[in-house]
């Protein structure tokens, strides 16, 4: 079902730093900071040759990640995304296995303009699991 | 300097139920259990159509991931590992760069066989990075 890891997201303290560290110590081809004000944050693409790093930065008030950054002031990875053929029925057979999907369980639409689910990390040893349609 | 992410390690408490997790509620191909004793895990590979995650288990005394879970007791993201042409080369980069490598700086042999070395995270954002020749 699971097709390729679209992304790994990870929550920075600081986003200047963050994307310091990954241009100039690890020479990686790091994006310019874009504002997703829809998603409480600001993100920094990171493009590898077969998938993405984003960068997660609190934008406003209420962001998804700030309650995390409080928890981890260090930063950390915050979730990893997986791409489906077709999110309802992905979702479908998760809840027909078990899993549980967060919020309405509708899909929303997600930072890259598609439908996205998040799945519960208790399901899945601890780590936020995204699925994106592509 | 960085190129692929070859794998995202996921520390797991119950290597079969988050095999099963991810072989039936994820329908990714999931590999058989391969115990690494000279690396104190148990490794099961999930194979995705641009890279890999590793589903972490401790085997025998002093496992490296044995802290990690008794401070995550559901598990979660334990390590992401980017692929480097020369890990020296990489490696005195970084150093340049202030960047902190563990351990004695010296690469040692991972669990694919290659040559790895292990960046602190408190440099990158709360995320342990593994760097491996390929």
Redo the contacts between chains.
């Keep these: ?5 679209n992304h ?1 997201a ?5 986003l200047e730093a ?1 994307s310091a ?1 990954y241009r ?5 081809k790091v994006g310019a900071p874009q504002d997703e004000p829809d998603h409480g944050v600001t993100v920094v693409f990171i493009e ?4 993405k ?1 984003e ?1 997660l930065y609190p934008l406003g008030e209420n962001s998804p990640i700030q309650g995390f950054l409080d928890k ?1 002031p ?4 915050h979730h ?1 995304c ?1 791409e489906v053929d077709d999110i309802i029925t992905a979702r479908d ?2 809840l027909e ?3 549980r999907v967060l919020g309405t369980g509708e899909p929303k639409i997600g930072a890259h303009g598609k439908p996205v689910l998040f799945l519960h ?7 936020l ?1 995204e699925l994106e349609q592509v």
Tied chains: 1, 2.
Excluded: E
């Design positions: 079902m699971i097709g390729r890891l790994v990870i929550a920075v303290p600081d963050a560290q100039n110590a690890l020479g990686a590898l040759p077969n998938t790093i960068l981890n260090s930063g950390g990875i990893i997986y057979h998760l296995t078990g899993a990390p208790k399901d899945f040893s601890g780590c699991v």
